[in-house]
């Protein structure tokens, strides 16, 4: 079964630091992988994705990802963090054998520290 | 901007009384899918509509229904409705080319009581 985990509840990171949030993955056939981010009382926001193609993967807000095969991993990066980036993230792979639907991780919220 | 917008945005609901929650997509978004999120958890995938016609469901029980409709509106219904059911419900809209991204509204949080 199509799946991802985040192992971190919660990651504190100070204001202008680098910051990563973890994400592992679990498919069957090519990973469709997803990132997105909740702010309090909110829908989801998409922030990037992987399809195929670069392992580096660029998206909104400064945000990337890189895509690691052997790692199975999937990691949320921002090189300078701002106050404003502190939201739950979410990490999700998309399940087209069967469904379409999204899988997501239980996410991980993003304390920036001023 | 998403351009997916769910109505009402909140609701307080009585155990066994029924909710209607309405989503509008995206003009050329014939999938729709429907999500819930419980408080302190990612979002569970309900159903899923392409082009009017279910075609996948998640671990939900058949009191959770759906329609989708021509103008790319849709509807999430729920009967004998539980304390469990308490969640933000997330629509969510995409075109049908495998691998687009999925966009999602702001949800609707229902509350029961």
């Known amino acids: 079964a199509q799946s991802v985990a985040q192992p971190e509840d919660q990651v504190n990171v100070a204001e202008g630091n680098p910051l990563t949030v973890k994400c592992t993955y679990s498919v069957s056939g090519n990973p469709y992988l997803f990132w997105y981010v909740q702010y309090p009382n909110r829908g989801l926001q998409f922030l990037l994705k992987?399809?195929?193609?670069?392992?580096l993967v660029k998206g909104s807000y400064g945000f990337e990802a890189e895509f690691n095969k052997s790692q199975t991993s999937f990691h949320l990066k921002k090189p300078s963090a701002l106050v404003s980036d502190s939201a739950l993230y979410f990490c999700?792979?998309?399940?087209?054998?069967?469904?379409?639907?999204?899988?997501f991780g239980k996410g991980t919220r993003l304390h920036i520290l001023p | 901007e998403t351009g997916v917008t769910q109505s009402p945005t909140h609701l307080i609901k009585t155990r066994g009384q029924q909710v209607t929650l309405r989503c509008s997509s995206q003009s050329g978004h014939n999938t729709v899918s429907w999500y819930q999120q419980a408080l302190g958890q990612g979002p569970q995938f309900i159903f899923q509509y392409y082009r009017e016609e279910e075609n996948g469901r998640g671990n939900f029980p058949p009191r959770f229904s759906g329609l989708q409709f021509p103008n790319y509106s849709s509807e999430l219904n729920v009967n004998a409705l539980e304390l469990d059911d308490s969640a933000l419900y997330l629509c969510?809209?995409?075109?049908?080319?495998?691998?687009?991204?999925?966009?999602f509204g702001e949800g609707s949080w229902l509350t029961v009581v």
């Open positions: 992987y399809i195929t193609g670069d392992n």
């Open positions: 999700a792979v998309r399940d087209l054998r069967r469904d379409d639907k999204i899988i």
């Open positions: 969510a809209s995409s075109s049908d080319l495998a691998g687009n991204t999925i966009y």
